[in-house]
């Protein structure tokens, strides 16, 4: 399994990350974990096919899909070598592109067609066409964002500065604290951004928190129990709590046993 990263310059605030994964014979079967990471996605599956199981129902896409924001861990399956590419989008993009409920796909992978058939036949043709020259899709890509319009309204700019100030906290917050930025009640500050982002603001800043936990634990920076006690989790209860909520594991179990494909992408 490879997994490459591309430059985001010129789209990067509305691309996290360009990424292409690629699996041969010898990595198949592959099956694993994957934490969501407080965005949405967008990606094209090549050829093959991805299985993706969440909450005991499976999935099975190919073609151009659309992840929605995920709130809990999901499984992601591999069984036919093949590749794809996608985009890691910034968490308001999806809604600057389409003006469409985001919440709608919550923890769900569609087909984009279903989702917004204007963008898929805007993206479609591009990644068909550059697959097998991934320098020249990520250039299309890019040149076909830029033309997209997405129109910021006052809202948007304001869940997008809530957005910047909890990555600023590492998601050491709460919804009241967002409160004293806006001029929202908190039902309607909730309401807007479940709709721009795909989730509530304290689902949000919860995940939020514990992925930049992860992040700094497979980076082997820091000890576990210190980004514990960093991450103001009263006690280690409270983190296991947390813990098999997103991971659907309990710490000692996930700890006893390699994630390649997590510490590659949670690595980065």
Avoid: W
Avoid at 144 to 157: F, H, Q, Y
Avoid at 159 to 177: C, F, P, Q, R, V
Avoid at 249 to 255: A, E, I, L, R, V
């Amino acid at each position: 399994m490879t997994l490459k990263y591309y430059k985001t310059d010129r789209v990067s605030s509305l691309v996290e990350e360009f990424f292409h994964l690629t699996f041969d014979d010898s990595d198949l079967p592959f099956e694993s974990t994957v934490l969501p990471v407080c965005s949405t996605a967008i990606t094209f599956i090549f050829k093959n096919q991805h299985r993706f199981i969440y909450k005991k129902k499976e999935t099975e896409l190919s073609g151009l899909i659309v992840t929605g924001q995920f709130y809990e861990s999901f499984q992601f399956l591999v069984e036919e070598k093949g590749h794809s590419f996608g985009m890691m989008l910034h968490p308001t993009t999806l809604y600057k592109l389409t003006k469409l409920d985001v919440s709608k796909i919550k923890n769900k992978h569609v087909l984009l067609d279903s989702f917004s058939k204007e963008l898929h036949n805007l993206l479609n043709t591009i990644f068909i066409e550059h697959e097998s020259d991934i320098p020249k899709l990520v250039q299309n890509l890019k040149q076909a964002i830029l033309k997209l319009p997405n129109e910021n309204d006052s809202v948007v700019d304001i869940i997008d500065g809530l957005i910047a100030h909890i990555h600023s906290k590492e998601g050491m917050l709460n919804t009241y604290d967002l409160l004293a930025y806006v001029d929202f009640s908190q039902k309607t500050l909730e309401t807007h951004f479940k709709n721009i982002v795909g989730l509530t603001p304290g689902r949000y800043i919860r995940l939020y928190r514990f992925v930049k936990l992860m992040r700094k634990y497979e980076s082997n920076t820091i000890k576990l129990k210190d980004l514990i006690y960093m991450y103001n989790y009263y006690d280690r209860s409270h983190f296991t709590r947390d813990f098999k909520h997103f991971m659907k594991q309990s710490p000692k179990d996930y700890f006893k046993t390699e994630h390649p494909f997590l510490n590659k992408y949670l690595n980065k």
